[in-house]
Nanobody
Framework: QVQLVESGGGLVQAGGSLRLSCVAS????????MGWYRQAPGEQRELVAV???????VYADSVKGRFTISRDNAKNTMYLQMNSLKPEDTAAYYC???????????????WGQGTQVTVSS
């Protein structure tokens, strides 16, 4: 069993900052690429940022220069530092990870339950 648990969401004024965390736990053999996605009401889920297990990153154009994705492989944890937040950043934020579990050779993508970020104007 593998779990991804997000934390750090909340209500913040425009221009403020939040730091999201995503912790992976369970029978993990290999934790590969990880990413943050978000979904606003009535919208499709969209990519925010991804990071490889080597630390390579890709960002959505809408968050470049404001958000920073990072990870601590020793702690199986990924972070998203969000600065200069805008009302349009309001969404549920989800983490995902490509994981190989113990006694398996198959990579499977897991998702967390999400954490709400609300930015007031």
């Amino acid at each position: 069993q593998v779990q991804l648990v997000e934390s750090g969401g909340g209500l913040v004024q425009a221009g403020g900052s939040l730091r999201l965390s995503c912790v992976a736990s369970g029978s993990i053999l290999s934790l590969n690429g990880m990413g943050w996605y978000r979904q606003a009401p009535g919208e499709q889920r969209e990519l925010v940022a991804v990071i490889s297990n080597g630390g390579s990153t890709v960002y959505a154009d809408s968050v470049k220069g404001r958000f920073t994705i990072s990870r601590d492989n020793a702690k199986n944890t990924m972070y998203l530092q969000m600065n200069s937040l805008k009302p349009e950043d309001t969404a549920a934020y989800y983490c995902n990870a490509d994981i190989i579990v113990l006694r398996s050779v198959t990579v499977k993508t897991y998702w967390g339950q999400g954490t709400q970020v609300t930015v007031s104007s």
